[in-house]
């Protein structure tokens, strides 16, 4: 296991707010990516689908960031 990678997300819960504090909880957590990484560590990738999938993720954050530089020239 990687051990590099690891985030601590802490809540303080005031005042018996525990929904509360478990709302603020599940949004840090969807935010860090926490729940992506879980759902995709649910089951064995094969390294060239696990090449493939990066590949494309690579490809749409490099249209993202073309995109934004395009909007911003505009601007």
Do not use: N
């Not at 985030?7 to 926490?34: F, M, N, W």
């Not at 060239?48 to 909007?71: F, G, M, P």
């Amino acid at each position: 296991m990687d051990w590099g990678c690891l985030r601590l997300s802490e809540v303080k819960v005031y005042d018996d707010q525990l929904e509360k504090a478990l709302k603020i909880l599940k949004r840090k957590l969807a935010q860090d990516g926490t729940f992506k990484e879980i759902k995709k560590r649910r089951f064995y990738e094969k390294p060239s689908v696990k090449k493939k999938r990066k590949r494309q993720e690579a490809a749409k954050r490099r249209a993202k960031a073309s995109k934004k530089s395009a909007r911003r020239v505009q601007d």
